[in-house]
């Protein structure tokens, strides 16, 4: 749709703007598209249509982020917030702007105030969570995960991702976690998960190898690292049968056969 | 020790780090180089890469998976991993960040030559205007002091592509949307009937 509007003729576009079809995605996509002069004609045309719109302005402001201006924007999203105290697209918009300029820690602080407003907003907290794991800040991203669980107990992306966060935190309790959280996900997910096969077996291995076999009742959970390695031999021979001898040689350097 | 070597990096290996670079645009991206030291120990020899990650590259259960896969299947043609490529997010962005040296580090444990390179993403904006023929990414190697040092600011080349007209071969790829075909370990785990060898790629 984006692509389209960009060969179609200017006053066509104009046109159709003047008579307020898809007032936001126009604008927008020239501006994702790096088409600035065509942003700058159509926040132009709603200008003159929305003068004291509010979702005119934040185009305003999108403009200005988009063209690198990013005083201006600032400038512009706080007198728009003096308005719009509870506005959640300009918060973000904030947070955005703080992680395109590189201001990681002031896009982290931006987004925990946003979210001490809304909490509810599960695609702030996974941002959040993302932005805490580039910075190997694992332990928060951990919190967030559970913040996500709790709220969502049944979408096992969090549970996944909360079980590779623990993993990499490491230490015989979280492994130990990781390994939950990496069934629970198979459970939601009807036993076919790739990743949280994998994430079975590895978690397997990494507490054999920190509790050197000393943990004799241990005996269901190498069950459960085996049936993993099972499924993902089942799956790989079914679809990527050229990889089936690497899969297996890889499970058997984890001491897990498939 | 790794400051003496000479790195030298073969055409395809070199065209797939930056195409997977540019299929993910808007995140870090990251790759293991495979290939083999001289017998000397005074060069290296980067003969192919495998695009990893371009999500939540800080994780560490699918680094694992696929450096033991890697490892597995190129210890049979007698290479290992040499090395590890790391593009960051933001176009401004110089910085080594830590993931990057960590994992260097990890390698470095196996093979103490490795190679960090980390794309030049100014370098590469400006390849269609010149005639650059060196690569577009910096090379990072750990010296005496083990912490990472890039190579070559004096001025001397460290790092080279074996075939001279790489970047024209790469810039024709980039106008033919090559990037689109290029699949990586991520792609692979979330549909495992994915090639992350890319064997098709150039053919």
Known sequence: MAFQSLTTPKSDLLLALKNGLCMNKWPVAAMDTQRLDMAKDYVKVLQEKFPESKRVGRLEALLLEAMGLWEEAEKAYSSLLEDNELDPVIHKRRVAMAKAQGNISGAIEWLNKYLEIFMADHDAWRELAEIYVSLQMYKQAAFCYEELILSQPTIPLYHLAYADVLYTLGGIENLHMAKKYYASTIDLTGGKHTRALFGVCLSTSAIDQLTKGRNKDDKENSQLASLSATALGKDYKQRAPNKVSLLASTLRSLKLSS | ?203
């Open chain 2, 1 to 203: 020790m790794g400051g003496e070597s000479l790195y030298e990096i073969h055409q395809n290996a070199y065209i797939k780090l930056v195409l997977h670079a540019l299929k993910h645009g808007t995140s870090a991206v990251n790759a293991a180089l495979i290939g083999r030291s001289s017998s000397a120990g005074e060069s290296v020899e980067i003969v192919d890469s495998v695009p990893l990650f371009h999500s939540q590259i800080g994780l560490l259960p699918p680094l694992e998976i696929a450096l033991m896969m890697i490892e597995e299947y190129y210890g049979e043609k007698g290479l290992s991993i040499v090395g590890y490529f790391h593009a960051n997010e933001r176009s401004d962005d110089f910085e080594l960040s830590s993931v990057a040296k960590n994992i260097g580090d990890h390698i470095t444990r196996y093979f103490p030559q490795a190679a960090l390179l980390l794309l030049e993403n100014k370098k590469l904006e400006a390849l269609p205007e010149g005639m650059d023929r060196s690569p577009v990414m910096q090379l990072y190697t750990k010296d005496a002091s083990r912490s990472w040092k890039l190579v070559g600011s004096d001025g001397s080349n460290k790092l080279a592509i074996k075939e001279p007209s790489a970047n024209i071969v790469l810039l024709d790829y980039i106008s033919s949307e090559k990037w689109k075909d290029i699949i990586d370990f991520d792609d692979h785990l979330d549909d495992i009937s994915k090639n992350w060898l890319n064997s098709e790629l150039f053919q």
